[in-house]
Structure formats: C-alpha cells, structure tokens
C-alpha cells in the first residue's frame, strides 16, 4: 500500500493564478482531511469528507474548495491564490470519524507570491 | 476557535536523558493524541489516549491522559538522535464534532 500520496511535493504560484493540489489514499478509508500548517503553528483544518460525495467545512475553508468524487481522492481547489495560502498542505485519512489514526500524506509545499 | 498550548516550545537535550512535556486547553477534552513529525515528512501517531487518567506506553515513550481532562502529558525515556523532530499533541474537544484540534508543537533536539 502507498498509504497517503499528495501531489505535487513543491509549488509556487503568482497571485490570482488556481491550482489543485492532488491527495489520493488507498486504504478505503472513508474519512478524508486537508491541513494547512503554517511556521509555529499547529495544523489547521481546511476541509474535511466523511465520504464520497459529501464534503464540509474546516477551521479555516475560506479560499480553498474541495470535491470527493471518490473514495480514493479528495482533491483540493485553489481559485484565487493570495501570500496568505503560503503553507504546507497536508491530506490525512482514517477510517472511522473516531479518528484515532490519521494517516498523513507527505505534504505540499505551496508558495505564493 | 480551539487553542492548545504546548510546552516548552523547544528543547535540546544530551542522549540518554529523559524528555516531559505538555499540552494544555481551556476546555475539556475527550480524545488526546500524540504525533511526531520529521523534516519534509507528515505527521506520524505515536499515543492515542480515550478517558482521563489513562496511562499509555509505545516502546520508550509514555502519555498520560490528564485527570481534569485538560492537559496530557508525553514522556520519552533514554533519549536517542532518531527522536529529533517536532511533537504535536492533537485533542477532541466535548462538544466539536469529529475533527481534532492541534497544538503547535514541541521541537526536541538531541545533542551526542
């Protein structure tokens, strides 16, 4: 199993440009998060899934959107990049909402300037 | 929202010492967890932690679940170079859905 994928591994955008950072797990979990750590900080959740098909609100969901078509991938949306989306993305899943195991991707460096 | 505090922020030791630290709320708890992250690398779980004063152990590593339901503790005996990196706790709080709150870290250093 590869577990937790994301890609790509680093990215840097001009502002106003869109990306999707890709996040694919093979575990048939059902539960899916996006995290944005930021320096010093701990990690905050963007959006989450709870399967394919539904999809709801984090912490901080402002700029950022999300689709589940699938089990295995939960793709997240940048429309309108802005400096303050500079940060490392993180994609996590786990089977169950109890989530005592989530298992994380490796990360996305993003950079907006 | 949620905050957790975490101390100490840093901390550099000698191989072979123990290592304490700390992840405090302002609110109750009912899930406490414990992960550590390496460079360039996601965060992996170490503890998971379900009622207050529950006691667990993974290999060198020890954390306790606080009896107010506030705090949690981790604890690394016999330090050794593998264990740099930063330590996150992460907590459910009563009356938050599904999802986790995470603290800022704690980054230990191993010194030879």
Redesign the interface.
Known sequence: NAGVTQTPKFRILKIGQSMTLQCAQDMNHNYMYWYRQDPGMGLKLIYYSVGAGITDKGEVPNGYNVSRSTTEDFPLRLELAAPSQTSVYFCASSYSSRGNEQFFGPGTRLTVL | ?QQ?NQSPQSMFIQEGEDVSMNCTSSSIFN?W?WYKQDP??????LI?L?KAGELTSNGRLTAQFGITRKDSFLNISASIPSDVGIY?C?G?PDNYG????????TRLSVLP
Not at chain 2, 40 to 45: R, W
């Open positions: 929202g957790l899930t967890l360039g690398e996601g965060p992996v779980l998971a379900y996150f992460a459910r599904q999802n986790f709150v995470f603290g800022p870290g």
